[in-house]
């Protein structure tokens, strides 16, 4: 369960990212860091990258179900995030590319789980469930439409959305190449199988044929009666 490692790595970087953004304060050890402000842009690569600080009420990548469905997402990722680590738990010894596009996916889950459950009572502006995934990540990619709404960027995401979308390509990645790995194991075998029943053949004809030498010869030495 070591692998249970890259999941508390993806999961510390991004909510050490996330608080870089926007701020925090511990009055009792009179810590204050005001971060960044909502909607503030900070360039990195010109338009091309960019740290654009927004709170995202919904899903990955911007998507917003509804405020009717947020107590629903929360508890679903709660579920997701268990039967990640129990199905983890029974891959152990499996193949270790599995193991690893799991512990991203699971990360990524548990830090956005963090932002929904937590950051409203945090900062004091909603219940448990009911907070706001902070999003930064702003690159520009190229234009495209989902759900109805178009984008000249790609939608703002943060370190958990990446990692679970790291997870995703490498499980996608080793589900072919495993498949591929079976389909042609399955030939070796039918191959094996093949070479095995065409040798069992040859055996049996050649024990039929000196079968029927050994009845000649004993044929020959019988004697003819008068």
């Known amino acids: 369960m070591r692998i249970l490692f890259v999941s508390l790595a993806v999961i510390v970087t991004d909510q050490l990212s996330k608080l870089a953004v926007k701020g925090f304060s511990v009055p009792f050890l009179k810590i204050n860091y005001d971060g960044m402000y909502e909607g503030q842009r900070i ?39 268990v ?60 234009h495209f439409s989902i759900f109805g709404k178009t984008f000249d960027r790609w939608p703002i995401f943060n370190v958990a959305d990446a990692a679970v979308t790291i997870g995703l390509i490498i499980l996608l990645f080793f589900y072919r190449q495993n498949q591929k790995n079976e389909e042609e194991l399955n030939g070796q075998e039918i191959s094996a199988s093949d070479e095995l029943s065409t040798e069992s053949n040859k ?22 009666p008068l």
């Open 43 to 81: 360039h990195v690569l010109g338009n091309f990258f960019r740290i654009t600080f927004i709170e995202n009420p919904g899903m990955a990548f911007g998507f917003d179900p509804g405020i009717n469905f947020k107590l629903w997402i929360s508890v679903f990722s709660i579920l997701a995030s």
């Open 83 to 142: 039967g990640l680590i129990v199905y983890i738990y029974k891959v152990r010894n499996q193949n270790f590319t599995l193991k690893l596009s799991l512990a991203f996916i699971l990360g990524g889950a548990i830090g956005n789980l963090i932002d929904r459950m937590f950051y409203g009572v945090f900062y004091n502006y909603a219940p448990v469930f009911y907070g706001y995934v902070v999003d930064f990540l702003d690159f520009d990619f190229f």
């Open 203 to 224: 055996v049996e004809d050649n024990g039929k044929l000196a079968k029927g030498i050994e009845d000649d010869e004993t044929n020959k030495g019988k004697e003819i």
